[in-house]
């Protein structure tokens, strides 16, 4: 069983569309993030979520919108999609408050063409 | 602002060498510094050092916390292909809900 897993893996999309990610995790975790990675291997964090509430929102333009319904989802959705958006994008849980129970979900890798 | 800075950017070495990666950080309240491995797709954990343990050892890799210095270490040695990876610095602050900040990481290749 995956522990973190996202949908899609690949996304490829026009300008200007909206588009959603998936993530779930069945580890029982209580904290959810959301980090970008660019072409240079950068991993940056989004969002962070902790029992369905935002704690962490990082310097990200308002066309990135996280929801979580519940402690085990944390969903992505990005309004008017700009190539700047292209990029992996990692979900991540954790229940270790030092920071080793970190798992990380495969990743979805968005191309804006 | 927590802050992570990984040198060199990128390596290149011949299998069986040595080679030491590094690590410096600035982060309030430091919890714990963790090294991550990226081949193709998510990071892998491989250490957590935090005040109390400074030096963690597996097989051919081990690494080393220097807490005055800010910094940390991480060590492979006899380097095999399979050892290239993009490897990933990370500093967790206090806070419980506080998310790791990575560095830029270092890209190892190891060719044969």
């Known amino acids: 069983d995956t522990a973190v897993s996202q949908t899609p893996k690949y996304l490829v999309t026009q300008m200007g569309n909206d588009k959603s990610i998936k993530c779930e995790q069945n580890?029982?975790?209580?904290?959810m993030y959301w980090y970008k990675q660019d072409s240079k291997k950068f991993l940056k964090i989004m969002f962070s979520?902790?029992?369905?509430?935002?704690?962490i929102n990082e310097t990200v333009p308002n066309r990135f919108s996280p929801k979580s319904p519940d402690k085990a989802h944390l969903n992505l959705h990005i309004n008017s999609l700009e190539l700047g958006d292209s990029a992996v994008y990692f979900c991540?849980?954790?229940?270790?408050?030092?920071?080793?129970?970190?798992?990380f979900g495969s990743g979805t890798r968005l191309t804006v063409v | 602002e927590d802050k992570v800075v990984q040198s060199p950017l990128s390596l290149v070495v011949h299998e069986g060498d040595t080679v030491t990666l590094n690590c410096s950080y600035e982060?309030?309240?430091?919890?714990?510094l963790l090294w991550y491995k990226q081949e193709k797709k998510a990071p892998t954990f491989l250490f957590m050092l935090?005040?109390?343990?400074i030096e963690k050892k597996s097989g051919r890799l081990s690494s080393i916390l220097d807490k005055k210095e800010l910094s940390s270490i991480l060590n492979i040695t006899a380097t095999q292909t399979g050892d290239s990876a993009i490897y990933l610095c990370?500093?967790?602050?206090?806070?419980?809900?506080?998310?790791?900040?990575f560095g830029k990481g270092t890209r190892l290749s190891v060719i044969a």
């Open positions: 990370a500093v967790k602050g206090l806070s419980g809900n506080t998310p790791l900040v």
């Open positions: 979520y902790n029992n369905k509430e935002l704690i």
């Open positions: 580890l029982g975790h209580d904290t």
């Open positions: 991540a849980s954790s229940q270790d408050w030092a920071g080793r129970g970190y798992t």
């Open positions: 982060v309030t309240n430091f919890r714990s």
């Open positions: 935090t005040s109390s343990g």
